[in-house]
């Protein structure tokens, strides 16, 4: 049995996702933000790196709707993401970690302003704030997600932080 404090925990993650905060994560919260990003690190929507991160956020869309949308009218409400998504993905958080690869890899290849295959931690901050992530946590999870130290934040780093967020309530 999922506790109610779990529930809270996950359910307040949900707006994360809601990026137009209309009360429902639907697709076009997925390429908002990934507009958002691109805009952010002034990358163009048809360049390469656009191109894979329009696609990254569509393959995440598709899979969290494919876990979480249980009546099919293509956006998940909050009750939908506690009780469907998170509760199948709990036991199982490199599933969720697998959904979410194409667009976190996407994502740090446009915040890869050196390109060295990974961002750094100023960068990373960057795409906090644009996927919602209040300020004042911005620069403490970004400095966390560089586990080894190196002032970069790397894809293993990211995708499962990503996947312990969202699957893990502490």
């Not at 919602?132 to 780093?157: F, S, W």
């Amino acid at each position: 049995m999922v506790s109610s404090e779990y529930e809270r925990r996950i359910a307040a993650r949900f707006a994360t996702f809601d990026q137009d905060g209309n009360g429902y994560i639907d697709r076009e919260d997925f390429s908002g933000a990934a507009k958002a990003l691109l805009a952010e690190f002034g990358t163009a929507a048809r360049s390469d790196q656009g191109q894979a991160l329009y696609s990254g956020a569509e393959a995440f869309w598709q899979g969290m709707a494919g876990i979480a949308d249980r009546d099919g009218d293509q956006r998940i409400s909050r009750e939908e993401f506690v009780n469907s998504a998170v509760k199948r993905l709990r036991d199982n958080p490199s599933r969720f970690a697998e959904i979410a690869r194409p667009f976190l890899h996407a994502a740090l290849a446009v915040a890869d302003t050196d390109g060295t295959g990974a961002a750094t931690v100023t960068d990373t901050m960057r795409v906090l704030r644009i996927l919602g992530v209040q300020d004042d946590i911005c620069r403490t999870a970004a400095a966390a997600l560089d586990t080894d130290g190196d002032g970069r934040v790397g894809e293993e780093e990211i995708v499962l932080a990503f996947a312990r967020y969202f699957t893990v309530p502490e």
